[in-house]
């Protein structure tokens, strides 16, 4: 009896160390972004994107699988030969190709998208991914890095390209605490998975 009784208590104790979620976390869910290295605003020249280590905090916390988008023609690293080329992007509404898919595409139901903001919006080879799957039927959640624009309107973008889906309401974190502060930049991840009713 006493061994039984010391079995429950270990039970509960390590159930208590376990994050318990408000809504059960979705069974398949997927971490999507973009993400660049080389010389960024703000931050200098890094080895991990902005918004990668976003992602992956991100990845950390729900249990997510991570799929990064990669350019199949490299940006370059230097941050003032990026500019013109995402602005004729953005003027040709271009669709620049990347490398790899998603396998499984059909088993995710929840899929967090993130990307950094160029101008205003969505870097274009975001625009190809959208574009390259079916969202029907699944739960979106954008995330982005920043310098001070926010989403830049990006959330609604969303909404507005992707019908039959759920939105919820993303989040934006400057690049710079991204980069610098995985401590914060982890509460804010935290708190806002709480506010959508991802976790207590």
């Known amino acids: 009896m006493k061994k039984l009784v010391s079995l429950l208590l270990a039970t509960i104790l390590l159930c208590s160390a376990i994050p318990v979620f408000a809504e059960e976390m979705p069974a398949h869910v997927l971490v999507v972004y973009f993400s660049r290295t080389g010389e960024n605003y703000n931050v200098g020249f890094i080895q991990e994107g902005n918004t990668a280590k976003m992602a992956k905090i991100i990845a950390a916390q729900t249990g997510a699988d ?3 988008i990669v350019p199949e023609v490299p940006y370059p690293d230097d941050y003032d030969s990026v500019l013109p080329i995402a602005t004729q992007e ?6 620049p190709a990347y490398i790899g898919d998603v396998e499984n595409w059909e088993q995710y139901d929840t899929v967090f998208i993130g990307y950094p903001i160029w101008w205003a ?3 274009c080879i975001m625009y190809t991914f959208l574009e390259n799957h079916d969202f029907t039927g699944k739960t979106v959640i954008p995330f982005n890095t920043h310098e001070g624009s926010g989403q830049a309107g990006t959330q609604q ?3 507005g390209r992707l019908p039959g889906i759920t939105v919820l309401q993303g989040l934006a974190v400057r690049g ?8 914060g930049t982890g509460e804010d991840v935290a708190n806002w998975l709480k506010s959508i009713g991802l976790s207590e």
């Not at 953005?90 to 669709?95: L, M, Q, S, Y």
């Not at 710079?176 to 401590?183: F, G």
């Open 66 to 68: 991570l799929f990064e």
């Open 90 to 95: 953005k003027n040709e509404d271009a669709r």
């Open 121 to 123: 919006g969505m870097p």
């Open 157 to 159: 973008d969303l909404e």
């Open 176 to 183: 710079s605490k991204a980069q610098n502060d995985a401590e």
